[in-house]
């Protein structure tokens, strides 16, 4: 319609900033703040960069400028992995039992927990739509449950996000109860129960006498055996594991865990409640920890090796974030609460390997009831409540007083050669998860990392990282290692065959 009017291109090419100085001093200024939040991303500040070149050259000289940066990004390796990581989101929801059955009815679900996993699956669950009943086991932890819930919303409305109006309408789905009879007629079970086995299955065997045939039962564990859990019940085919992310309204992964017994159409209809719920699903199989919490295991011991052998906890966590996590490893610790890892070491005592190198900084700092942010200490002091620690020099006490324990000498570590191990450490687990059918293909390892674990997206995650860094120089680096102890550093056998032939992980991304 323009051009049949004969319109001419309209250019403000004469327009001109009043204060240059202040545009550009301002310009400076958010150039830095974006830095600092993109994290080594840097699209971002390659668009600051055009619109200074708006403020400072002309018209046509801005546009070929805008052009110039424009390609630099296409040509970049963070293209590459922030493409990946678009199409691998995509293709998890791919899996064998997609073609196998569809999904079972769901519209009315229960949650079993009102912590602050419970209240977060249960928000998730009414912000999909659904009908949702809380089972608490008495009557002020089911308050406790209903106000961790009404929180959430209340948050929103403060934040003039939500009115009371559409909090009171989504609430009208929500029904708070200490009777397990209350869900006999529920399509679909989560439990968020404390993370131990007997009280986990003294909960399924309640279910299975409560709930109607074919009801769907899951569980949230993070770590345990989801076989034996199911065993527990006289109906295994319909039990699997939804392993959320804490908090579970907002973080994006779901590890869908597959136990051996269970039927198609439950694995389907997991899929359906992931997307119902906006998350990103994962399959992944039955062994302590899963893909994600088994990788982080193995990578974490890594961090506490060269934490023993030399490198402050600080530094550590300083060089993971130089790579583009938004926190390293001791960070965690302190935000997630030392006691639960605490925790699962003392589980696995019994079964860890003698032989096998064991750090204790963590446990000493433990058994002082540090416990990271919760009590105002752990591997960082927290003074008056703040969420950003301090480093401890106790801490780099107990640091020096294991180490001297076990006659170690400490030596310097470059953040070059901190991320070196690490990474190293994450990529070979994840092939071992890969090889033994943890995991579908190495996107799932990716997908997982990048929506639940802080991986840097512009790298595309764990895997495609090792492809972009070449996986001969990743199994050159674990070779090097392995002569300094060759049981942790055991190269996974899936890297060295696809060294051998040539090939990279992505390749198997498309055999999948």
């Given at each position: 319609?323009?051009?049949?009017?004969?319109a001419?291109?309209?250019r403000?090419?004469?327009?001109?900033?009043?204060?240059?100085?202040?545009?550009?001093?301002e310009?400076?200024a958010l150039?830095l703040e974006?830095?600092?939040?993109t994290?080594g991303?840097?699209?971002p500040?390659?668009?600051?960069?055009?619109?200074?070149?708006?403020?400072?050259?002309?018209?046509?000289?801005?546009?070929?400028?805008?052009?110039?940066?424009?390609?630099?990004c296409?040509n970049?390796?963070?293209?590459?992995g922030?493409?990946?990581?678009?199409?691998?989101?995509?293709?998890?929801?791919?899996?064998?039992?997609?073609?196998?059955?569809?999904?079972?009815?769901?519209?009315?679900?229960?949650?079993?927990g009102?912590?602050?996993?419970?209240a977060?699956?249960?928000?998730?669950?009414?912000?999909?739509?659904?009908?949702?009943t809380?089972?608490?086991?008495?009557?002020e932890?089911?308050?406790r449950?209903?106000?961790n819930?009404?929180?959430?919303?209340?948050?929103?409305?403060a934040?003039?996000?939500?009115?009371?109006?559409?909090?009171?309408?989504?609430?009208?789905?929500?029904?708070?109860?200490?009777?397990?009879?209350?869900?006999?007629?529920?399509?679909?079970?989560?439990?968020?129960?404390f993370?131990?086995l007997?009280?986990?299955?003294?909960?399924?065997k309640?279910?299975?006498?409560?709930?109607k045939?074919?009801?769907?039962?899951a569980?949230?564990?993070?770590?345990?055996?989801?076989d034996?859990?199911?065993?527990a019940?006289s109906?295994?085919?319909?039990?699997?594991?939804?392993?959320?992310?804490?908090?579970?309204?907002?973080?994006?992964?779901?590890e869908?865990?597959?136990?051996?017994?269970?039927?198609?159409?439950?694995?389907?209809?997991?899929?359906?409640?992931?997307?119902?719920?906006?998350?990103?699903p994962?399959?992944a199989?039955?062994?302590?920890g899963?893909?994600?919490?088994?990788i982080?295991?193995?990578?974490?011991?890594?961090a506490?090796?060269?934490?023993?052998?030399?490198?402050?906890?600080?530094e550590?966590?300083?060089a993971v974030?130089?790579?583009?996590?938004?926190?390293g490893?001791?960070?965690v610790t302190?935000l997630?609460?030392?006691?639960?890892?605490?925790?699962?070491?003392?589980?696995r005592?019994?079964?860890?390997?003698?032989?096998a190198?064991?750090?204790?900084?963590?446990?000493r700092v433990?058994?002082?009831?540090?416990?990271?942010?919760?009590?105002?200490?752990?591997?960082?002091l927290?003074?008056?409540g703040?969420?950003?620690?301090?480093?401890?020099?106790?801490?780099?006490?107990?640091?020096?007083?294991e180490?001297?324990k076990?006659?170690i000498?400490?030596?310097?570590?470059?953040?070059?050669?901190?991320?070196?191990?690490?990474?190293?450490?994450?990529?070979?687990?994840?092939?071992?998860?890969?090889?033994?059918g943890?995991?579908?293909?190495?996107?799932?390892?990716?997908v997982?990392?990048?929506?639940?674990?802080?991986f840097?997206?512009?790298?595309?995650?764990?895997m495609?990282?090792?492809?972009?860094?070449?996986?001969?120089?990743v199994?050159?680096?674990i070779?090097a290692f392995?002569k300094?102890?060759?049981?942790?550093?055991?190269?996974?056998?899936?890297?060295e065959?696809?060294v051998a032939?040539?090939?990279?992980?992505?390749?198997?991304?498309?055999?999948?």
């Amino acid at each position: 319609e323009l051009l049949a009017q004969g319109a001419q291109p309209r250019r403000t090419r004469d327009l001109k900033i009043a204060d240059q100085a202040a545009a550009l001093a301002e310009l400076d200024a958010l150039a830095l703040e974006t830095a600092k939040k993109t994290r080594g991303l840097f699209s971002p500040g390659k668009i600051v960069e055009c619109v200074r070149a708006a403020v400072e050259l002309p018209f046509d000289e801005g546009i070929a400028k805008e052009r110039a940066l424009f390609v630099e990004c296409l040509n970049s390796p963070q293209r590459q992995g922030l493409v990946h990581a678009f199409f691998a989101e995509r293709e998890t929801a791919k899996i064998p039992e997609a073609q196998a059955a569809a999904p079972r009815h769901f519209a009315k679900i229960a949650i079993i927990g009102g912590g602050t996993m419970g209240a977060g699956i249960t928000v998730a669950a009414l912000d999909a739509g659904l009908t949702v009943t809380m089972i608490e086991r008495d009557a002020e932890s089911i308050a406790r449950g209903q106000k961790n819930v009404e929180k959430v919303y209340d948050g929103l409305i403060a934040k003039g996000r939500m009115t009371a109006e559409g909090k009171a309408a989504i609430l009208a789905r929500y029904t708070p109860s200490t009777r397990y009879d209350d869900i006999a007629d529920v399509d679909l079970v989560i439990e968020a129960v404390f993370e131990d086995l007997e009280v986990k299955k003294a909960v399924f065997k309640e279910l299975d006498r409560v709930c109607k045939p074919g009801a769907v039962l899951a569980t949230n564990t993070s770590y345990l055996d989801i076989d034996a859990i199911a065993a527990a019940t006289s109906r295994p085919q319909d039990v699997i594991g939804l392993h959320f992310f804490s908090p579970a309204n907002i973080m994006k992964l779901l590890e869908i865990v597959v136990p051996a017994k269970v039927a198609p159409d439950v694995v389907t209809t997991a899929f359906a409640l992931a997307k119902k719920m906006k998350k990103v699903p994962v399959r992944a199989g039955v062994c302590d920890g899963f893909i994600g919490n088994r990788i982080l295991a193995v990578y974490k011991q890594a961090a506490d090796y060269l934490m023993e052998d030399g490198a402050s906890p600080y530094e550590i966590d300083e060089a993971v974030r130089g790579f583009g996590f938004a926190m390293g490893p001791f960070q965690v610790t302190d935000l997630a609460g030392g006691d639960i890892g605490w925790a699962t070491r003392k589980r696995r005592a019994a079964t860890r390997d003698p032989q096998a190198r064991y750090v204790e900084v963590a446990d000493r700092v433990c058994e002082r009831g540090w416990f990271g942010q919760k009590t105002g200490r752990g591997f960082y002091l927290y003074p008056q409540g703040a969420r950003v620690g301090q480093p401890d020099p106790e801490v780099l006490a107990i640091v020096d007083a294991e180490r001297a324990k076990k006659g170690i000498t400490p030596r310097q570590f470059t953040a070059d050669e901190i991320m070196r191990r690490y990474m190293a450490a994450m990529v070979n687990e994840g092939a071992k998860v890969v090889q033994e059918g943890i995991a579908l293909r190495p996107l799932d390892v990716d997908v997982t990392f990048l929506s639940g674990y802080g991986f840097p997206r512009w790298r595309g995650g764990p895997m495609k990282w090792a492809d972009m860094t070449g996986l001969d120089k990743v199994l050159a680096d674990i070779r090097a290692f392995e002569k300094e102890d060759p049981l942790f550093w055991k190269p996974a056998p899936l890297l060295e065959q696809l060294v051998a032939e040539g090939r990279n992980f992505d390749s198997l991304n498309k055999a999948a």
